[in-house]
């Protein structure tokens, strides 16, 4: 069992940049592919940004490519940082991570296919 927490949302104006990290505790001793997703009001869950559970392959939504970059603070990706640069309105949401011990990246983009989740941080951008 892993128990994911994230931080570093907030209140931003458009243009600004933001760090988010998720942070695993309990089992963490086996590496897990983790995901980003976010949720905006009315609108479906959506897939942000993911890290294979090696580290080595990196994948963004189209939304946020080129602005975004996920990372790992070590090679379990016990925490993972998201680094959000030239925020815009649109990217006002709650931002989840979620983490899987599966190693495969076929899936990745799917929420169905996370095992643990964190609670969520709030995300506002304003123009």
């Known amino acids: 069992q892993v128990q994911l927490v994230e931080s570093g949302g907030g209140l931003v104006q458009a243009g600004s940049s933001l760090r988010l990290s998720c942070a695993a505790s309990?089992?963490?001793?086996?590496?897990?592919?983790v995901g980003w997703f976010r949720q905006a009001p009315g609108k479906e869950r959506e897939f942000v940004s993911g890290?294979?559970?090696?580290?080595?392959?990196?994948?963004y939504g189209d939304s946020v490519k080129g602005r975004f970059t996920i990372s790992s603070t070590n090679t379990k990706n016990s925490v993972v940082n998201l680094q959000m640069n030239l925020l815009k309105p649109e990217d006002t949401a709650v931002y989840y991570c979620?983490?899987?011990?599966?190693?495969?990246?076929?899936?990745?983009?799917?929420?169905?296919?996370?095992?643990?989740w964190g609670p969520g941080t709030q995300v506002t951008v304003s123009s």
């Open positions: 979620a983490a899987t011990l599966s190693r495969s990246v076929a899936d990745i983009r799917s929420a169905s296919s996370y095992d643990y």
């Open positions: 890290i294979s559970s090696d580290g080595r392959r990196l994948f």
């Open positions: 309990g089992r963490t001793f086996d590496p897990y592919r």
